[in-house]
């Protein structure tokens, strides 16, 4: 890095190790890969102060792991309900006829007998 001005994409590889760690105390490994490449693009398009480089980082994942925490107690909330009501559902039985026959007893019923002869 010369006498020349500072760019973030130069300062950012210093700082990878960092905003993984807080990812991971945030979120699951797989999420927290997702944080991590979601907090290097928004440094990217939106280059902070490098001053403050890191505190602006940890916010960053932090946001992003709190907006994906609410997101899933949303979809788990949407969903809950249709999973309740489908376990809730009872199979079908048989129509049951004024007598209690089912429809298939019924049906062999009015079939004609065959006569022994």
Known sequence: ???????????LPEHVRFVRG????LLDEHEAE???QET???????????????????VVVR???LRRKREEKRRKRREMPRLRRKA????????????GNS??????????????R
Do not use: H, K, T, Y
Request: net charge positive; aromatic share 6%.
């Open 1 to 11: 890095m010369g006498d020349g001005p500072l760019f973030i994409s130069d300062i």
């Open 103 to 116: 429809v298939s007893s019924r049906r062999c019923a009015a079939s004609p007998i065959p006569i022994a």
């Open 63 to 65: 946001n992003f792991a």
């Open 22 to 25: 807080v990812a991971r105390s």
């Open 34 to 36: 997702d944080a991590v």
């Open 88 to 99: 809730s559902r009872r199979p079908r039985r048989a129509w049951r006829g004024s007598r």
């Open 40 to 58: 290097l693009m928004r440094a990217l398009e939106q280059p902070p102060d490098p001053g403050n480089l890191r505190g602006w980082l940890r």
